[in-house]
């Protein structure tokens, strides 16, 4: 059975001086999530936004808000953003050191927030197979995390199909979504290979965002036939 695929735009790429307008612009025309990328300068080189901007991003939009914590012993802010905003915490397998990853979904699910496992491109799905069936996504990493604009790894495509055939034979009920390097080239090929949460920030904020978005749609559209 085909899954119903959503896009989700990140903001990473975004206009912040145009913030607002942007994220009703993506979710006018057909955007269904909003990915949040939260970035510490230890887990990954680079500084993004935090709590602040997810509370105000979440008063002016009641979009679903897809959060992606890329920071270490992500559980020490797993309460602050669910009260902030998000509908969905995604933390990294690699970060999860003092406090084991069971522990952190299950203080995710406490909360009553959706809750995602991310890998990096370098991580074999070997060590995630025990949390499988914990988690209502998970997210393939598709260029190193920590910054915008990479090219996307070839050796992801092999990845999302062993994912996706876990997750059938496995009998298990978990969204796939795909971060990093991701355009209108190249969506339909993740699809295919498994994905149907898809990630992309420049592809669709740059330029036109309107014919971006009904653009990645309309690939949607033609899979789902």
């Known amino acids: 059975m085909k899954r119903s695929i959503k896009l989700a735009p990140s903001i990473l790429a975004a206009d912040f001086m145009n913030l607002g307008t942007q994220i009703r612009e993506v979710k006018e025309n057909g955007a269904q999530y909003l990915h949040y990328d939260v970035m510490d300068g230890m887990f990954v080189p680079s500084m993004s936004f935090g709590l602040p901007v997810l509370a105000s991003v979440r008063a002016g939009t009641d979009i679903f808000i897809d959060c992606h914590l890329m920071i270490v012993e992500p559980d020490r802010y797993i309460d602050e953003f669910a009260k902030a905003g998000a509908d969905s915490i995604t933390v990294h397998f690699e970060a999860c050191n003092e406090v084991g990853l069971t522990d952190v979904i299950r203080h995710i699910r406490k ?115």
């Not at 496992?117 to 949390?131: A, D, G, R, W």
Request: proline fraction near 3%; charge should be negative.
């Open 111 to 225: 909360t009553g927030k959706r809750c995602g496992i991310s890998i990096n491109p370098e991580t074999p799905l070997v060590h995630i197979l025990p949390y499988l069936g914990m988690a209502d996504m998970i997210l393939i990493m598709s260029v190193k995390p920590g910054f915008g604009g990479q090219q996307f790894i070839e050796s992801t495509y092999s990845k999302l199909r062993e994912l996706a055939s876990l997750r059938d034979e496995g009998g298990f009920d978990f969204d796939i979504e795909v971060d990093g390097g991701i355009t209108l080239d190249n969506a339909g090929q993740v699809i295919e290979a498994g994905a149907n949460v898809i990630v992309s920030g420049s592809s669709v904020f740059h330029g036109d965002i309107e014919r971006n978005v009904k653009e990645f749609m309309k690939r949607f559209d033609a899979y789902m036939r």
